[in-house]
């Protein structure tokens, strides 16, 4: 989904999902779009579901997207274990994704969540003397 006027950010919600984006990624995990519908307060099914959601992610993958950063929302995925369509629509939006066939698809999704992981990773602390 591609965000014009932010609904979403600087929101408890947001923020919410945002926070377990980034522990996630701290932790190399997924979490599922019923698991960001339970964050909302959404039903974990349902167009509506669906639709939020998607805005939210949305959001978020386009601040980071201007911050230099690889986008949260790959480490979203469905119970089959894959991001959504609106996961490549945004990405082609963006201009980091230039394939044409859902084939194509599969490794930019894999390096996109690999670069997360990376900018997140957890940097282990100096030990005290």
Avoid: C
């Avoid at 959404?42 to 230099?68: K, V």
């Avoid at 930019?108 to 030990?127: G, M, S």
């Amino acid at each position: 989904m591609i965000i014009d006027a932010p609904k979403y950010r600087g929101k408890q919600e947001y923020l919410l999902v945002y926070a377990e984006l980034i522990n996630a990624a701290r932790h190399r995990g997924t979490l599922t779009y019923q698991e960001v519908a339970e964050i909302m307060g959404l039903p974990l099914r349902g167009s509506h579901m669906g639709a939020e959601t998607s805005r939210l992610l949305g959001e978020i993958s386009q601040e980071e997207h201007e911050h230099g950063r690889p986008m949260l929302s790959a480490l979203v995925v469905s119970t089959a274990g894959s991001p959504g369509a609106g996961f490549f629509h945004l990405a082609r939006h963006l201009g980091k994704l230039q394939v044409a066939t859902p084939a194509e698809e599969q490794p930019f999704w894999e390096q996109e969540k690999e670069a997360v992981y990376a900018a997140w990773k957890t940097v282990p602390k100096p030990p005290v003397p």
